[in-house]
């Protein structure tokens, strides 16, 4: 079941969904508006030959941090990691999901590619991998709306939750834009 904005807020006062810094006026009437942070990673193409999954590319990004007011210009075709400025953290028996913003997308502005689901018991910043799919650059200005979170109930509490030893919740207590972690505990099926 997806949250209304007044069961949003309950859950909030309760101390069971936690957005911090929480800001009431980011309610939508099923939603809550994020804003952007002010770090972003960048691909620094030149040091491989090709992205792999398997392999420990920590470098493969970079962090970059506009100064003051300064936007972060994101070229068409660029791909980048940003981060909600918010920190989400959920309870066993919620999960969310990162969405777009309309006016953004009309503007050709995605913040994410395909991964939108925050798992029941996740805590962290929420990392947005940005793309600009217009044909002029597009200014990305640190604290401005980026996005929103829809916060679903499950139909019972997770038994093991996201940040839990069973699961690799290779995320859990993220800092900022994250790079992947796909190499830790890399598992491919022998077909
Ligand atoms: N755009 C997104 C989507 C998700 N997450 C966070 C919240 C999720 O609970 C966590 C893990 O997401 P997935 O389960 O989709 O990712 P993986 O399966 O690759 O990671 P893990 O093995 O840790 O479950 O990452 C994020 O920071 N940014």
Redesign the pocket.
């Known amino acids: 079941m997806l949250l209304s904005d007044r069961d949003i807020m309950a859950e909030i006062d309760a101390g069971r969904v936690g957005l911090d810094p929480w800001d009431p006026g980011m309610v939508q009437p099923s939603s809550v508006d994020v804003r952007l942070d002010r770090y972003f990673r960048v691909f620094e193409n030149h040091r491989y030959p090709h992205i792999d999954p398997a392999a420990d590319q920590s470098d493969l990004t970079r962090v970059v941090e506009p100064q003051g007011d300064e936007p972060f210009i994101l070229h068409p075709g660029e791909f980048v990691l940003g981060s909600t400025y918010e920190v989400v953290s959920l309870p066993d028996d919620i999960a969310a999901r990162?969405e777009g913003k309309s006016s953004l997308g009309r503007l050709g502005l995605l913040t994410?590619a395909t991964?939108?689901?925050?798992?029941p018991g996740?805590s962290?910043h929420?990392?947005?991998?940005l793309a600009n799919v217009a044909t002029l650059p597009i200014k990305l200005y640190p604290g401005m709306k980026i996005g929103q979170f829809c916060f679903f109930r499950l139909s019972s509490p997770s038994e093991h939750p996201?940040g839990s030893e069973k699961?690799?919740?290779?995320?859990q207590g993220?800092r900022g834009p994250?790079p992947s972690r796909?190499f830790q505990s890399f598992h491919r099926t022998p077909i």
């Open positions: 990162v994410h991964a939108g689901f925050v798992d996740f962290g929420v990392t947005l991998e996201y699961y690799g919740s290779r995320y993220q994250t796909s």
